[in-house]
């Protein structure tokens, strides 16, 4: 992934604009990631100027910077509704001729399960990304987030399906990355993933998977921030 400058102020631009469709008493599903963290920024600065929004952060990482950003949060369970999400993407099926077209690989950060509940929740799920995250085919591994006891029975139904499964390592210590949620993630390499959605149902009925990293037929808009502007794809 590119991280210039020019990649930044895409990702800023995408993340700032989608913050001005969150309205006066929004609740808001707040994504995880750099390019999320734009429009939580955004979304503070409007909360300053008076607008009245609950956020439902997505991880630790989220609540942090909502928290942060002057962001009043809540939870699934104490609210009726969700009215908007705003969430990055790892990738993004970028072919409107495609069955996949606007399927997503989330869970760089691990993240995948609760953001894949709130977005699925929301009214309005908005992706926010650069331009690198667009794709006509994915080729990416699917993180899965796994139970700490059946990552190696996981790993072996991976296998099954052709995958190659890597448990994520912690970059700065020895051991496992683990989730908020507690749990383990296997990043899964299929060369290629054909059907996405086929995939992804496959990969929810396996025993011990708690969730993983495919969004398909969730996302409603597309904001791809430019260096000079915002590609909104409904
Ligand atoms: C976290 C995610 C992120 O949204 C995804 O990794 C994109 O991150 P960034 O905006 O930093 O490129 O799915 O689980």
């Known amino acids: 992934m590119k991280t210039d400058g020019g990649t930044a102020a895409a990702k800023r631009r995408a993340g700032e604009r989608a913050a001005t469709a969150v309205e006066d008493d929004f609740v808001v599903g707040l994504g995880t990631g750099s390019t999320a963290a734009y429009a939580i920024d955004a979304i503070g600065a409007a909360v300053a100027d008076g607008l009245d929004v609950r956020g439902i952060p997505t991880s630790f990482q989220s609540r942090q910077r909502a928290l942060e950003a002057g962001i009043a949060l809540t939870s699934l369970d104490a609210v009726d509704r969700v009215d908007l999400a705003i969430d990055g993407a790892d990738q993004v099926v970028d072919d409107p001729g495609a069955d996949a077209h606007g399927a997503l690989i989330k869970g760089g950060g691990g993240a995948h399960a609760r953001e894949k509940l709130v977005d699925a929740t929301a009214e309005r799920f908005v992706v926010v990304v650069d331009p690198s995250k667009l794709t006509a085919r994915f080729d990416r591994s ?59 149902a496959t990969l929810s009925g396996i025993p011990g998977v708690v969730e993983h990293g495919l969004f398909v037929d969730l996302a409603d808009t597309i904001y791809v921030g430019l260096e000079d502007g915002v590609d909104v794809r409904e």
């Open 142 to 200: 699917v993180p899965v987030e796994v139970l700490p006891d059946a990552y190696t029975v996981v790993a072996d139904r991976v296998r099954d399906l052709e995958g190659e499964p890597t448990l994520r390592s912690a970059k700065h210590k020895d051991g496992p990355v683990v989730t908020d949620n507690g749990n383990l993630v296997l990043d899964c390499e299929f060369d290629p993933i054909d059907d996405p959605g086929h995939l992804a």
